[in-house]
């Protein structure tokens, strides 16, 4: 059995008030080139059509996760958490859109077993009007985590990361 599918990659997306940009999220990740076994809409009590617009996709893979109250980004990460089942836990923010190997670049770089855990660059598309439009996000890349020229930690991007689930639970 390869390595790819003796893990279970559950994708988290925390989600609030996502409606017009959860889509392109979902598409992109569904059309990743390794399929993650589920998906998890974390809705944090958005206000607009964000679940509905999540039921449309709703299968064996993305599921809605609904919080009861509203709880910020960071809760709604840790509640994916406690409700995935994955063994690798993939972020992504609902307003990125993942490239077509992102899933398979943050699994390759897993092989290693000292690998616990990653995360990439976000590029922002602007437009004059827009700014939030578009954000793709890059597959992960390996950089140390302080930059030797000026000694401050790079961009820390929380919707483009991944751990090992047994961290990320012991860590919270």
Same mark, same amino acid.
């Given at each position: 059995m390869s390595f790819e599918h003796a893990q279970k990659i559950s994708v988290i997306v %925390?989600?609030?008030?996502?409606?017009?940009? !959860?889509a392109r999220c979902l598409d992109s990740l569904?059309?990743?080139? !390794?399929? %993650?076994?589920?998906?998890?809409v974390v809705?944090?009590?958005? #206000?607009?059509?964000t679940?509905? #617009? /999540? =039921?449309?996709?709703?299968?064996?893979? /993305?599921?809605?996760?609904?919080?009861s109250s509203?709880?910020?980004?960071? #809760?709604?990460?840790?509640?994916?958490?406690e409700a995935a089942s994955g063994t690798l836990l993939f972020f992504i923010d609902s307003d990125c859109v993942a490239a077509p190997d992102w899933? =398979?670049?943050? /699994? =390759? #770089?897993?092989?290693n077993a000292d690998v616990i855990g990653l995360f990439g660059a976000i590029y922002y598309e602007r437009t004059p009007c827009q700014?939030? =439009?578009?954000?793709?996000v890059n597959p992960f890349y390996h950089s140390p985590l302080v930059n030797p020229v000026n000694d401050k930690f790079p961009d820390f991007a929380a919707g483009? /990361?991944?751990?090992?689930?047994e961290v990320a639970r012991r860590l919270g």
């Open positions: %925390p989600a609030c008030n996502a409606e017009f940009y !959860i569904l059309q990743n080139t !390794i399929k %993650p076994f589920e998906i998890l809705d944090d009590h958005s #206000a607009d059509g679940a509905v #617009a /999540v =039921e449309e996709y709703k299968n064996r893979i /993305v599921k809605l996760v609904k919080m509203r709880s910020g980004a960071g #809760a709604a990460r840790n509640y994916g958490i899933i =398979e670049r943050g /699994v =390759e #770089a897993f092989r700014i939030r =439009e578009k954000i793709p483009n /990361v991944a751990y090992r689930a």
